[in-house]
T-cell receptor
Framework: NAGVTQTPKFQVLKTGQSMTLQCAQD?????MSWYRQDPGMGLRLIHY???????DQGEVPNGYNVSRSTTEDFPLRLLSAAPSQTSVYFC??????????????FGNGTRLTVT | AQSVTQLDSQVPVFEEAPVELRCNYS??????LFWYVQYPNQGLQLLLK??????LVKGINGFEAEFNKSQTSFHLRKPSVHISDTAEYFC??????????????FGTGTRLQVFP
């Protein structure tokens, strides 16, 4: 069982470049989310989705786009990368019943550097 | 909106010593609290959670946490740590939005460093 798979593991971008961080899960989870982790700031929610075709913004959505065309995939797009987006990005999923009963399953992260 | 404060960014401790990692949350009508652990170069894993009932919650790897409503705290404890407990620990609170979707709000993390 692969769980939550994130690709790539590392990425270096120049300011202004665009890229997509991939996230796929094979657990048939309805809820998927993206967090960024920065030193001294913990994890902050970027975007989340409660099912195919449904997305919403988290705490820090600016500069990022998401879409959810299938249950399995939840890509995160950076349209014009900025140095402030240098961070470690985590994708996480769970069944949609509630966070109380079902813990979040995290991927191993994508470390992004924008120069 | 809910918020979580982890008062210590780093906690150094010797092996076999007890440890307490502190967590305080903003008050709300209903509170669901969690501790997650992140080992180096990995994602986060659930350590334990408090939903209701007994205020002392036991988790994996010998950790436990106590929910204290009057002090709005959810401190994590272990009576005797091992080198393998070296990791970053995150306290989190569940927040329900207008779509009735539960989101986790994380604290800033506490790095536990266990020395031999």
């Amino acid at each position: 069982n692969a769980g939550v798979t994130q690709t790539p593991k590392f990425q270096v971008l120049k300011t202004g470049q665009s890229m997509t961080l991939q996230c796929a899960q094979d657990m048939n989870h309805e809820y998927m989310s993206w967090y960024r982790q920065d030193p001294g700031m913990g994890l902050r929610l970027i975007h989340y989705s409660v099912g195919a075709g449904i997305t919403d913004q988290g705490e820090v959505p600016n500069g990022y786009n998401v879409s959810r065309s299938t249950t399995e995939d939840f890509p995160l797009r950076l349209l014009s990368a900025a140095p402030s987006q240098t961070s470690v990005y985590f994708c996480a999923s769970r069944p949609q019943d509630s966070s109380y009963n079902s813990p979040l399953h995290f991927g191993n992260g994508t470390r992004l550097t924008v120069t | 909106a809910q918020s979580v404060t982890q008062l210590d960014s780093q906690v150094p401790v010797f092996e076999e010593a007890p440890v307490e990692l502190r967590c305080n949350y903003s008050s709300s009508v209903s509170v669901y609290l969690f501790w997650y652990v992140q080992y180096p170069n990995q994602g986060l894993q659930l350590l334990l959670k408090y939903l209701s009932g007994s205020t002392l919650v036991k988790g994996i790897n010998g950790f436990e946490a106590e929910f204290n409503k009057s002090q709005t705290s959810f401190h994590l404890r272990k009576p005797s740590v091992h080198i393998s407990d070296t990791a970053e620990y995150f306290c989190a609170v569940s927040e329900t939005d207008y779509y009735n979707t539960d989101k986790l709000i994380f604290g800033t993390g506490t790095r536990l460093q266990v020395f031999p």
